[in-house]
């Protein structure tokens, strides 16, 4: 009997470490809205978070950038794909996508708004004017859910 207990009791420490390990406090199983993620940013850099929202735009010319608003034209995200992930459908636009990826911090000085700036037709992207300048998300994936 004495085994049993012991065993039970193994168990269930054993299940409750194992349920705890990884967790900060910073990471959520649930998505964010775009505006949770401004709202939060400054404690989520570096972070991998789920972020939802509706797409405005998807570069024409690299793909590789797609835009996602908030409540308000003025709460809007930057999510930057890579080699590994690739181009964005355009049809997202006018979805709402969810995005999984590390939310960075952009660089400030003179210099740093043109690494993250492109141009279509000889002119900025007004999208990307609109979007948040801090911060942006390195896509790891996406997903049209609507």
């Known amino acids: 009997m004495y085994k049993k ?4 009791i193994l168990f269930m420490l054993t299940t409750t470490l194992l ?7 910073k990471k959520t199983s649930e998505p964010l809205n ?4 401004l709202t939060n940013a400054t404690s989520l850099v570096g972070e991998t978070v789920v972020v939802e929202g509706l797409c405005t735009h998807v570069c024409s010319k690299s793909g590789m950038k797609l835009f996602l608003q ?18 964005f459908d355009p ?12 939310l960075l911090e952009e660089e400030t000085g003179e210099n740093s708004h043109a690494s993250h700036t492109h141009v279509e037709e000889g002119q900025i992207c007004e999208t990307e004017q ?7 998300l390195a896509a790891e994936s996406y997903q049209i859910i609507d």
């Open 5 to 8: 207990i012991s065993s039970s």
């Open 19 to 25: 349920l705890s390990v990884g967790c900060n406090g």
């Open 34 to 37: 775009v505006d949770e993620l």
């Open 70 to 87: 908030g409540s308000t034209e003025t709460k809007t995200v930057r999510a930057e794909s890579d080699a590994t992930l690739g181009k």
């Open 91 to 102: 049809a997202s636009v006018d979805m709402k996508v969810r995005v999984r990826g590390t």
């Open 130 to 136: 609109t979007a948040e300048k801090t911060y942006y």
